[in-house]
Each structure stands twice: as structure tokens, then as C-alpha cells.
């Protein structure tokens, strides 16, 4: 049913627009209990049921549907919601609804931001793709707090095993110049890090002019101290590790040295893991009207067309670090063979956002069956 309705009326539709309407819709049938328990019902059956994840293998399976401890935090599943579908933390119980077992809110910044000019959020169907400039558009940080307390008062509610972990992803204001990065990092992280089962630090948007610059070693060093030492401090009554866990997310566009660079720091500074990859400023991988669309229109591309050079990446940082980081892979996961394939290669999570567009609400739920699918495959052999 998704596959028409996205034909005959979401495509038809201005992608900021229908984006702001689908997100309403969910939170206004979470908001309704017999529409959240009808959903949850629904989503069970789509994703193959709890008996499923138990023949499957349990806890700790690899096969990416069952629960497993990361960064010292219980996940549900390894798969999660990527950092900009819910930019204020609005609707972490209605995302988690659809079986992700992680929801990554944000960017969020110190101060609140309108972003960029509309229009920003464009649709590159050909490739399943989506190109942005939205400038971190949020509520900023004080805001995104509250709504972080209210999720975190309906979410304690539920059972230990539906209950999905919550990262914050936090970028510098717009406004505040590269000078001033650190303590609008460090305003950010004082904020949000008590209301974060992890903390990320966003350097890797194209559409924040200069952020990426904050990349360079040299600048990301004292970044990564500041908020740091805000998280080390935070509670963390959720991880075993007793403070909250931080991941720095990175670019697929820096060169393999920077990559291998950025890997030494992290190890350098104590940091936990990174996030690989953000969208892709290359249009290499587009052809026809998409392509015509992405050269007159500035920001970053995200969706399959992001998928080599995010598992590139993904192999860069697993063969420097080791076991040493915790990485998530992000960037042209569409289907469960992606997250598994994703997961071998050595992410122990990966997130997804752009195929939730083109596959609807219960895409998460399917590529959680094809995963306890292909680990029922792996046990029989």
C-alpha cells in the first residue's frame, strides 16, 4: 500500500512538506493508546514476532534483530534511526514504534535556528536518494531538553526489552563563529548530555559553512576534550560504563589519511566510537535527472548512492582501530542485506534514514525479519 500512496501522493508533494505531515501523523497515532498498541501489533507481525528473535538466537546474536549491549547501553536491535528525522526529540516514542532500537535526535544546537532557506530537501527518485541543505534547523538545545523529559517519563514505561536507547547528536549554531566552536559545543553537551544515553559530535555537515573545517585534528581536538569531560560527569543510569558514551560522526568526502587521522584522535582523546558516514558532497555516483538536479542545487546527497564510500570508510576505521572504537555505519543502508552486510564488515550498529522515506513505516520492521531470516540461515548451516 506504501509503494501507491508514495507514488500517487508523497512524490507529489514538496519533501519538506510531506515530510513535517508523515512525522505529525505518527505522533498524533502514538498519542492515541489504541492506535500506539494497534501499531505496535502491527510492526510485531512485520517484523516477525518476539518467538521469531528468540529462535533466532537470543541476546547478543549477530544477526543485528536481538538484543545486544554497545557502548555499554542495552539496544533492542542494532538498528537505528540516523540523526535528522526528529531534530527536537518530538517523537522518539513514535519512531521507536516502528522497531528502531536506536533513535538518534538532532542535530541539535546551543541556540535555536531556522536553517537554510527553503527549498532544501530534495528527492532524487531514480536513486532512492535524498539531497539536503537544511542548516540544522532545531529548536535548540534547552528546548530539545524538554521534549528529551518527556520522552524519557513515556519510554520508562515501557519493558526493558521495547525500550530504545537515545543518542543526541549535537553541531555548532550557525551564527558562532569557528572560534567559538568549543564552548558552543560545550553549551550543547552541558544541556542535553544528562538526557543522552550517548552524545555525538556532528562535524561532518556540508551545510553549516565551515563546519567541516572543524575536522582538521588540530581543531577537533579541543571539541572532543570539552565535551568529554561534560559526559564523563553526566549520569548515565543506562550504561554500564558509567558516564555517557560519546561518538564523533565524520564526512565519506575526507580523503583516507584524514579518515586514518580522525581514527588516531579518537583513540587519542578517549573517545568511544565514530559514525561513518554522513551525507556525501560527491555526485559522482548520480546519473540523469538526478544528476542534473544535484549539480544545480547545493548539499549532501544521502541514500544508496552514498553506500561505497560509506563502507569504504566503514573498512578504513575498522582496519586502524581494531576493536578499539565502537562504529556505527550509516549512509545507503537500505535493506537487511546492507545491515548485514554492514555488521560483518565490523560496525556493531548501523542507521539508516533515507530508506525509511522510500520504504515507509513498516521498512524498519521488514529488514528486522530478513535479518532474524538470515540468521535462522546461518544457524541451520
Known amino acids: 500500500m506504501y509503494p501507491l500512496l508514495y507514488r500517487l501522493l508523497i512524490s507529489r508533494t514538496d519533501a519538506e512538506a510531506a515530510h513535517r505531515v508523515s512525522f505529525a501523523a505518527l505522533r498524533a497515532l502514538d498519542a492515541l493508546a489504541p492506535a500506539r498498541w494497534a501499531l505496535r501489533a502491527l510492526m510485531r507481525c512485520a517484523a516477525g514476532g518476539p518467538s521469531s528473535a528468540r529462535r533466532a538466537g537470543g541476546a547478543g546474536s549477530p544477526g543485528g534483530a536481538e538484543p545486544a549491549e554497545v557502548l555499554g547501553l542495552p539496544f533492542p536491535n542494532r538498528l537505528g534511526l540516523a540523526a535528522g528525522f526528529d531534530k527536537d526529540g518530538a517523537g522518539v516514542r513514535a519512531m521507536a514504534l516502528l522497531g528502531f532500537g536506536h533513535i538518534e535526535v538532532g542535530t541539535v544546537t546551543a541556540h535555536g535556528q531556522p536553517g537554510n532557506e527553503r527549498p ?104 572532543i576534550a570539552a565535551v568529554k569531560e561534560i559526559a564523563d560527569r553526566a549520569p548515565a543510569p543506562r550504561s554500564t560504563l558509567g558516564r555517557v558514551p560519546l561518538l564523533i560522526k565524520i564526512a565519506p568526502d575526507l580523503a583516507d589519511d584524514d579518515v586514518a587521522a580522525i581514527v588516531d584522535l579518537a583513540l587519542e582523546t578517549g573517545a568511544d566510537g565514530l559514525i561513518a558516514t554522513n551525507t556525501l558532497l560527491d555526485r559522482g555516483g548520480l546519473a540523469g535527472r538526478d544528476r542534473a538536479l544535484a549539480d544545480a542545487e547545493a548539499g549532501g546527497i544521502s541514500g544508496p548512492a552514498v553506500a561505497a564510500r560509506s563502507f569504504e570508510v566503514l573498512r578504513l576505521i575498522r582496519e586502524r582501530a581494531g576493536d578499539a572504537l565502537v562504529l556505527v555505519s550509516a549512509g545507503g543502508v537500505a535493506s537487511a542485506a546492507d545491515a548485514r552486510g554492514r555488521l560483518a564488515a565490523g560496525a556493531q550498529l548501523v542507521q539508516a534514514y533515507t530508506a525509511l522515506i522510500y520504504g515507509g513505516p513498516f521498512w524498519a520492521a521488514g529488514v528486522l525479519r530478513g535479518l532474524r531470516g538470515g540468521a535462522r540461515l546461518l544457524a541451520r548451516h
Do not use: C, W
Request: charged fraction near 20%; charge should be positive.
Open 120 to 223: 532544501r530537501l530534495f528527492r532524487l527518485p531514480a536513486h532512492a536518494g535524498i539531497l539536503n541543505r537544511m542548516g540544522f534547523n532545531n529548536s535548540g538545545a534547552r528546548a530539545v531538553a524538554l521534549n528529551l523529559r518527556r520522552a524519557r517519563a513515556q519510554l520508562d514505561r515501557l519493558p526493558h526489552h521495547r525500550r530504545p536507547v537515545i543518542g543526541v547528536n549535537i553541531g555548532k549554531t550557525k551564527v558562532v563563529p569557528l572560534a567559538g566552536a568549543v564552548e558552543d559545543y560545550r553549551t550543547s553537551a552541558r544541556i542535553l548530555a544528562p538526557l543522552a544515553d550517548y552524545l555525538v559530535i556532528n562535524v561532518s555537515s556540508p551545510n553549516t559553512p565551515g563546519l567541516r573545517e572543524l575536522q582538521a585534528v588540530e581543531a577537533l581536538r579541543p571539541i
